[in-house]
């Protein structure tokens, strides 16, 4: 790649997700595609992550049309998802002729970037997801979630992206969800990437700790590829730093983006007119810009403490909040180190919320054995046994692939639905949100009247359960 500084902008995407609870709807977005597509970003990310889930349960939106709308509207800038590997946008493992369909029709519709992750960096949860990604000619974008631990080391992440450059990736994500990627390490990685790796390295990460901007000046100094902003008005806080910030700071230089701040200022005014709207609703919270170092002592992503401090809220027992941030790394450890990104910060918050209020794994949900027994993948550090036999018992650890475990289901999902199917998209959407999507259905086809829209996400609703798709919690940190 040139020397420049490529830019992919979340603004469609995670922007939202950080800032508004993934509450923008595509009739905010169009009126500023034509000036968007003109910028000449590397890539526009539109799509994935919780966008499918609250197109379906929040914005009576197919999130298959908005692809569709937002292809049509982007002809000339490469449209890029977030996977969540064998999960793809769910909260669980799904069969590989899922994963395979999915691929397909995501491209089909309008993808050109998949960029895959798992939460545990278990590269067999990848397999399917890379495979098919190649195979229908979109541009495979691995993901390394980045965490800090005794056993996430820079050798760790190094060998990783050898091994997902060997599977086939296209580029190489250093997806740091939760900011917990300082500056200087930031250039210390990339320049061991740069040097090991023949692929694009491209950098992602948010600014919760107040670091996102100097993160994102190092890696360039260190040679990274692309990294992700966001335009300012969705940018900064939870969400990535702001592109206006980085593109001005870089103009002139060696890493000079090549972007027209005039015109990035245009497109901006006119999110700012949707922050503005979506700040009267209360949608939009001046919360998500405060900086919160505590994220690099508890290594707790921002939508998981709203999660924490739900479930302590449902138990009267909000004045424990801080028992349970110091609980978090000993379950972590215990649990063999994961990253915390969904679904795994989910389990290991609720796990720690059991501990506190009723006694150090006297309880266990059953996602925390699901993890603990190997249906997840590989934990990447050494398992506490002595609580791994409290959460399992007997049961046998699964050490194959768990999707290796699951028959074909993509025809099972294709015959519970029936003639409910306009499209084979909505066999996708219903295999992965059975109940949001048949109620979206419902609505689409004209059998009931669409609920009243909440004028703010009601983050209250989501129940202190006992499997991750129940515990469904829009994970801001993504």
Known sequence: MANKLYITDTI??????SKAATRMPISDMLPACEALDAIGYWSLEVWGGATFDACLRFLN???WERLRTLRKALPNTKLQMLFRGQNILGYKHYADDVVEAFCRKAIENGIDIIRIFDALNDTRNLEAAIKYTKKYGGWCEAALSYTTSPVHSEEYFVKLAKELVQMGADSI???????????????????????EVSVPIHLHTHNTTGTGD???LMAAQAGVDIVDTCLSPFGNGTAQPATESLVATLKGTERDTGL????????AKHFRGVQERMMKEGIYTTKSLMVDTNTLLYQVPGGMLSNLVKQLKDAGAEDKYYEVLAEIPRVRKDFGYPPLVTPTSQIVGTQAVFNVLMGRYKTFPNNSKELLR???????GEVNEEVR????GDEKVITCRPADLLEPELEKYRKELGDRAKQEEDVLSYALFPQVATKFFDVRDGLVEPEAKP??????????ANTVRELYVEDLSL
């Open 260 to 267: 027209d701040l005039s015109a990035l200022a245009e497109v």
């Open 173 to 195: 994500c250093i997806k740091d969800m939760a900011n917990l990627l300082l500056p200087y390490d930031a250039y210390s990685l990339v320049k061991k990437l740069k040097a």
């Open 455 to 464: 004028e703010a996400p009601k983050k209250e609703a989501a129940p202190a």
């Open 214 to 216: 100097m993160v994102n």
């Open 389 to 392: 036999k409290m959460a399992i």
């Open 12 to 17: 469609l995407r995670d922007g939202h997700q």
């Open 374 to 380: 190997g249906a997840y993948g590989k934990l990447p």
């Open 61 to 63: 939106e197919d999130p």
